[in-house]
């Protein structure tokens, strides 16, 4: 990123992590956003401060990151279906032997 503060069209969630991962990243945006929000409640009402727009380019951060966790929660669970789907068909196809 270039600009400071950071702007929320600009941010991207990194790359090729874990979920473990995805989950320790977004409890650390969370922390980080408390600690904006309190600080923007904090200052004076007309000082010149950008944590609003550093608490959107992060929570824009969260989403992106979040979509990865719910994305690499549906390829666990469609690769689950997957198994458990060929798994039955193949004790449909023994019961087919079995009975011819």
């Given at each position: 990123m270039n600009s400071?503060?950071?702007?929320p069209?600009?941010?991207?969630?990194?790359e090729h992590l874990s979920p473990n991962e995805i989950r320790q990243?977004?409890?650390?945006?969370?922390?980080?956003?408390?600690?904006?929000?309190?600080?923007a409640h904090a200052t004076a009402a007309d000082s010149?401060?950008?944590?609003h727009q550093h608490i959107a380019a992060l929570?824009?951060?969260r989403a992106l990151?979040?979509?990865?966790l719910n994305q690499s929660g549906n390829d666990t669970s469609n690769s689950a279906w997957t198994e458990i789907?060929?798994?039955i068909d193949?004790?449909?196809?023994?019961?087919?032997k079995i009975w011819e």
């Open positions: 400071y503060p950071p702007k069209e600009s941010v991207r969630a990194p990243s977004l409890e650390e945006l969370d922390g980080k956003i408390k600690i904006l929000q309190g600080r010149n401060h950008t944590y929570e824009r951060k990151i979040s979509e990865k789907k060929s798994g193949g004790l449909a196809n023994d019961i087919k």
